[in-house]
């Protein structure tokens, strides 16, 4: 199944969604667009525009009990999610070297990659949908909705990025999610 990406200007014309349910009490969560390094990418046309779907279950990760009793201030780790056409979160993989993220694999706790990566896999999506206008309707007028007055939408999986902030201060645990911004 070959992935298709939006690319940073399209997916902005959709507009940066926020979580459609509340997340646990111990999750900040602050959403921005990223399309991870070397995705593909869809070309779209003046036309078209893609919605990224809004999570419809997105689960915190939990602290790793065995790393409580160390002194720990804070450890992150950056996941890339793909996310099929049913909206379903069907491969994540570490990502390294970016901004707020580790530098390389040697600088992540195997326990809080393991932490993440067992939250993404039971997050689940509204599809993300390819919206194509009528031709000679320019897609940057239509908003962040793909309202078609005689076109069509297509769903498409896409990869998103996730920066997972494990924290500890005065005995209590937190973890923060954020969506990755590529400029970020």
């Known amino acids: 199944m070959k992935l298709i990406v939006a690319t940073i200007s399209i997916v902005i014309l959709c507009g940066c969604s926020h979580m459609s349910t509340k997340p646990p009490k111990s999750t900040d969560t602050n959403f921005h667009v990223f399309i991870p390094p070397k995705a593909p990418v869809i070309g779209a046309k003046s036309n078209q525009m893609v919605v990224v779907g809004n999570p419809i279950v997105q689960v915190s990760p939990t602290y790793p009990k065995q790393m409580l009793s160390k002194d720990i201030v804070r450890r992150t780790v950056c996941l890339s999610?793909?996310?099929?056409?049913?909206?379903?979160?069907?491969?994540?993989?570490?990502?390294?070297?970016?901004?707020?993220?580790?530098?390389?694999?040697?600088?992540?706790?195997?326990?809080?990659?393991?932490?993440?990566?067992?939250?993404?896999?039971?997050?689940?999506?509204?599809?993300?949908?390819?919206?194509?206008?009528?031709?000679?309707?320019?897609?940057?007028?239509k908003g962040p909705y793909c309202e078609?007055?005689?076109?069509?939408?297509?769903?498409?999986?896409?990869?998103?990025?996730f920066e997972f902030?494990?924290?500890q201060f005065g005995g209590k645990a937190e973890v923060h999610v954020d969506r990755i911004n590529h400029g970020h």
């Open 81 to 141: 999610i793909t996310i099929n056409r049913k909206g379903v979160v069907y491969n994540n993989h570490p990502l390294y070297g970016m901004l707020n993220c580790p530098a390389s694999a040697k600088a992540v706790e195997p326990a809080f990659l393991k932490a993440a990566q067992a939250a993404v896999i039971r997050w689940r999506f509204y599809p993300t949908i390819l919206c194509t206008f009528p031709k000679g309707t320019d897609a940057s007028t």
């Open 148 to 161: 078609l007055e005689g076109g069509e939408y297509k769903k498409i999986p896409i990869m998103l990025a």
């Open 165 to 167: 902030s494990f924290k």
